[in-house]
């Protein structure tokens, strides 16, 4: 063993002991007993706190030092409640934060996180408002103190939006809101960060008035160390745990020095004696300091291989051991055990019936000035959801035309063609005529090869040769009917060659070619006076049932399209907006400050669905009045369906901003999921047209059968009796629920 238990029992009296009772350490602002933290899998944690014991005296400020990566987040995190540790006892003012009846969350902590964690778009009058009506403060109380805080940190002009501050000025609003609630225990993350020596000396005056007067509680984090000589107590963090906890004159006394910085890298180098040092900068350090009389800084002279651990040097936050063996510097008989603590069955009301007034208030109107303000998303709330479908009525669907159409007419040449008439001699010419009709572009050729040749440089969908004897052939063909013979048979047939490569184009031209042909053939029978259907096919189209005569492609699938915009917006809105005040930290500011996440998931329910109200109203209204889109049955249950799409779109946000880290993520899912659901679920083409096993999973995908719902709506007049309808209703109804219990469970499991 490279260190003695003598010399051992030696530095842990150069520590203070921490012996109390429960009753005592509920008694402080804070209290911490042999916390443990870590963060990764059990498997293969990465132990941020172990062992760490914290006392907080009422009315004290609290400078908690440590080297940048120590876990001194980690521990105010779970202090304020956002965080859990592993295991450990916590009370804060008396309570365990989350606990029912401590209050913890709420106005009694003030959170200022390393972030700014402020809104960009709001002004600094609007940031405080928010702030304080969550504080339960009136709006009077908000202006009274914004006035006193603005002296106090020199802020600049309220009604400055704080995007447009400086850095530092962005600082001070963020400081400033933590004080503008006044609340018993204030927790500062870096508070003075940044700022000049002037600013931060009136800061801590401040905190040194507020802890004397009114009994607040301050604890600090800060890498100024020398700043904290102001402070009552100082905590020195390092790897893991808190290696002394003492008012800085004892500390300087103690560790003979003139400067806290001093006796930090002393006690560092204590914790560290019996380690292996990775660095010669490290053994270099660690020899020229002098520690005080009695320690031996054995950590010169240890073997490398000692219990494979692998040192915390100087800027080192973490400590990790292979065998799992620590170095305490604190006795572990010094700890009391642990009492059992009390644990509180969460309620199902607990989450859902507790939403109070002010802060519902604060946050929609929170959510409405932040879309007001961020004028990209304004956009995709108006204009996007009615320009994407105009673009779609305008641009799919529609019958093409001035197609191509290349022609050689042996029977006329380029004469003019006379009226259609029983006595004609030329009828190829007066078929061309109605082919002209249907808005296609008929280019002359003079030879059947040139026409061909024209399909085959892609310069025309298709050529029409009529043959010389053709009007010939024809009307010996009508008269000899079955007994004409091969030659009218020949003469009397016009050829086509198409290009068949685009598939739509080539069935229109099919349908050109034949209805444009029953209809010449018809009137040149009229005008023969003989019986005009002689020559029609032997089957008759009857009027519809549903949908028309003229149903195009447009009329299928703008149900698809109005759900998925419906559907894909809504998404999109809200898992931008839950992640933007997620990862800005302004959510966990809210959430210390009392908000539920019942409360900001509600707020955000409202105002995305107002949101989403609005969009399928413009939308609607743009289909109906300028489109003349026809919707056949009721329209409520149009509305309905399509606003419950919109529902389950946001949700889908909701679960999507619970399950990613960042918008990018989100980003891909989303992008992700759009082209799969579009194809599947019959938004472009029919279900029926799929191989059997994917017309299987597109039953159940979330839009399947809401889009055949509101396709039977709109096209079919059927109410919520047919099974179409209902099924489109119950179907994203459930997927709805999923979404949400998606949501709910995520955001429980990943907390802490
Ligand atoms: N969610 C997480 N998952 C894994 N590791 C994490 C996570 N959050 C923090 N850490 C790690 O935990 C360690 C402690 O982080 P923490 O933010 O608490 O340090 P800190 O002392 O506040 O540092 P600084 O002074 O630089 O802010 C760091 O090494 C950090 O990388």
């Known amino acids: 063993m490279p260190y003695s238990a003598g010399s051992l029992e030696m530095r842990r009296q150069q520590l203070i002991s921490q012996r109390s009772t429960v ?151 963020s400081f400033a809101t933590v004080l503008l609630h006044e609340p018993e225990l204030l927790i500062l993350d870096e508070p003075t960060v940044g700022l000049d020596p002037l600013l931060r000396e009136t800061i801590w005056n401040h905190l040194t008035e507020i802890t004397k007067d009114r009994s607040t509680t301050v604890i600090l984090t800060t890498h100024y160390i020398e700043e904290t000589r102001q402070a009552g107590l100082i905590g020195l963090m390092r790897s893991g745990y808190i290696m002394a906890e003492e008012s800085p004159a004892s500390i300087l006394s103690r560790f003979e020095t003139d400067t806290l910085e001093d006796a930090f890298l002393k006690l560092s180098i204590m914790q560290n004696m019996g380690r292996r040092k990775r660095s010669i900068a490290a053994r270099a350090v660690a020899s020229a300091v002098v520690l005080p009389s009695g320690i031996v800084n054995q950590a010169l002279d240890v073997d490398d291989d000692h219990h494979h651990e692998i040192s915390a040097e100087f800027g080192d936050g973490l400590t990790t051991s292979k065998t799992g063996r620590r170095f305490s510097l604190v006795a572990q008989e010094a700890i009391p055990q642990l009492p059992q603590e009390p644990v509180h069955k969460a309620e199902l009301g607990d989450y859902l019936l507790h939403l109070e007034p002010r802060h519902m208030k604060a946050l929609i109107w929170k959510n409405f000035l932040w879309i007001l303000r961020n004028w990209p998303i304004m956009l995709t709330v108006i204009a996007l959801p009615v320009t994407q479908f105009a673009i779609f009525y305008l641009a799919v669907g529609h019958t093409p035309t001035n197609l191509n159409i290349a022609i050689v007419d042996y029977e006329s040449g380029d004469r003019d063609c006379h009226p259609l008439s029983c006595n004609g001699t030329r009828l190829g010419c007066n078929y061309l005529e109605y082919l002209k009709k249907k808005k296609i572009h008929l280019i002359r050729y003079e030879t059947e090869g040139d026409a061909i040749d024209a399909v085959n440089r892609g310069e025309t969908y298709a050529s029409v040769i009529v043959k010389e004897n053709y009007t010939t052939a024809l009307k010996a063909r009508i008269s000899n009917g079955r007994r004409s013979d091969e030659w009218d048979m020949f003469h009397s047939t016009i050829d086509v060659y198409r290009d068949a490569s685009v598939k739509d184009i080539s069935t229109f031209l099919r349908f050109y070619f034949y209805d444009s042909f029953m209809t010449f053939i018809a009137d040149y029978m009229d005008s023969c006076e003989l019986n005009r259907n002689a020559l029609k096919l032997p089957l008759q189209w009857n009027a519809p049932v549903y949908g028309t005569v003229e149903t195009d492609f447009t009329e299928f699938a703008t149900p698809g399209v109005l759900i998925t915009i ?11 907006a839950m992640l933007v005040e997620r990862n800005e930290g302004i959510l966990e500011r809210s959430l210390v400050m009392g908000v539920s996440p019942v409360e900001v998931l509600t707020s955000h329910v409202v105002s995305e669905f107002v ?142």
């Open 566 to 576: 419906a559907f894909f917006l809504a998404a999109a809105l809200t898992a931008v």
């Open 23 to 173: 009753e005592m350490r509920k008694g402080h602002a804070v209290s911490v007993r042999r916390a443990y933290k870590r963060y990764g899998t059990k498997r293969s944690p990465i132990v941020i706190l172990e062992n760490l014991n914290m006392t907080v005296p009422k009315g004290t400020i609290y400078g908690l030092l440590g080297s940048s990566g120590c876990g001194k987040t980690t521990l105010l995190s779970c202090i304020i409640g956002r965080k859990k540790f592993n295991s450990g006892e916590l009370w804060v003012l008396g309570g365990s934060p989350g606990s029912k009846g401590s209050g913890l969350p709420g106005p009694r902590i003030g959170y200022m996180p390393q972030e700014i964690a402020l809104y960009n778009e709001f002004t600094i009058r609007e940031t405080m408002k928010y702030f304080g009506w969550i504080a339960k403060m009136s709006t009077e109380d908000v202006e009274d103190r914004l006035c006193f805080l603005t002296n106090l940190l020199m802020l600049p002009d309220i009604d400055r939006k704080v995007k447009n501050l400086s850095g530092g000025q962005q600082r001070r609003v």
């Open 611 to 752: 949101l989403m109200m609005i969009q399928i109203v413009a939308v609607t209204c743009c289909g109906l009045f300028i489109f003349r889109m026809k919707v056949m049955g009721s329209l409520v249950l149009f509305i309905i369906l399509l606003s419950l799409s919109g529902f389950c779109g946001m949700w889908f946000g909701f679960a999507l901003s619970s399950m990613c880290d960042n918008e990018t993520s989100a980003a891909y899912i989303l992008l992700g999921s759009f082209f799969p659901l579009i194809l599947l679920c019959g938004v472009i083409w029919p279900i029926e047209g799929m191989v059997h096993g994917l017309q299987l999973v597109a039953q159940v995908l979330p839009l399947t059968q809401p889009v055949e719902g509101l396709r039977s709506i709109m096209q079919r007049g059927w109410s919520m009796r047919k099974p179409p309808v209902y099924h489109g209703y119950i179907t994203i109804s459930m997927w709805t629920l999923l979404f949400i219990i998606f949501s709910v469970v995520l955001i429980k499991y990943k907390r802490g």
